[in-house]
T-cell receptor, first 113, second 113 residues
Framework: KNQVEQSPQSLIILEGKNCTLQ??????????LRWYKQDTGRGPVSLTI?????NTKSNGRYTATLDADTKQSSLHITASQLSDSASYIC????????????FGKGTRLSVIA | GAVVSQHPSWVICKSGTSVKIECRSL??????MFWYRQFPKQSLMLMAT?????????EQGVEKDKFLINHASLTLSTLTVTSAHPEDSSFYIC?????????FGAGSRLTVL
């Protein structure tokens, strides 16, 4: 069964600290993996997209990693800011099939002063 | 970059009326559009997948006669909530996909009185 599991479910960190969010998947055949940030009451916004051959991709203070062998991805946030408070969603695309996208349930991050 | 416009961003209606939400891809042609529903502090729930010119594929438990989806062109999909009731109050989000890009709309908040 194609699944995407994210951990932790929620996280609270102090402003300025770093954190890492995890995404494990059992999707096959794999096409790509995307990380989105969703602010409360808004639609998700793309942070990174990674294909099978990519190990690391950065977008400002966000760095995503992908290990296609272990089927794991992480999103590292450096020097967190209050505006980083949001839900972070991992989405994996299949290479075929009628349901091409599998969504994780997200990690809710709260950055506090 | 790819932009998806969703309209209206919020709507309040009386119980028993129907509400239409539009989702437009502004600068790319979307072969597939997705509709989601999201309750407060919960993850996105896929409602249906629509391909241009064909009938939408609904997820299990989603009433196709209540949530009418039309995808008449490569840049426009609409979701109509028919005979809305207070329990239909939610945040509805669309996303549009071409070969590579998956972009979300900003969401539409529906409140049924």
């Amino acid at each position: 069964k194609n699944q995407v599991e994210q951990s932790p479910q929620s996280l609270i960190i102090l402003e300025g600290k770093n954190c890492t969010l995890q995404c494990n998947y059992t999707v096959s055949p794999f096409s790509n993996l995307r990380w989105y940030k969703q602010d409360t009451g808004r639609g998700p916004v793309s942070l990174t997209i990674m294909t099978f051959s990519e190990n690391t991709k950065s977008n400002g203070r966000y760095t995503a990693t992908l290990d296609a062998d272990t089927k794991q991805s992480s999103l590292h946030i450096t020097a967190s800011q209050l505006s980083d408070s949001a839900s972070y969603i991992c989405v994996v695309s299949l290479n075929s099939g009628n349901t091409p996208l599998v969504f994780g349930k997200g990690t809710r991050l709260s950055v506090i002063a | 970059g790819a932009v998806v416009s969703q309209h209206p961003s919020w709507v309040i209606c009386k119980s028993g009326t129907s509400v239409k939400i539009e989702c437009r891809s502004l600068d790319f042609q979307a072969t597939t559009m997705f509709w989601y529903r999201q309750f407060p502090k919960q993850s996105l729930m896929l409602m249906a997948t629509s391909n241009e010119g064909s009938k939408a594929t609904y997820e299990q438990g989603v009433e196709k006669d209540k949530f009418l989806i039309n995808h008449a062109s490569l840049t426009l999909s609409t979701l109509t909530v028919t005979s809305a009731h207070p329990e239909d109050s939610s945040f509805y989000i669309c996303s549009a996909r071409d070969l590579v890009v998956l972009t979300f709309g900003a969401g539409s908040r529906l409140t049924v009185l």
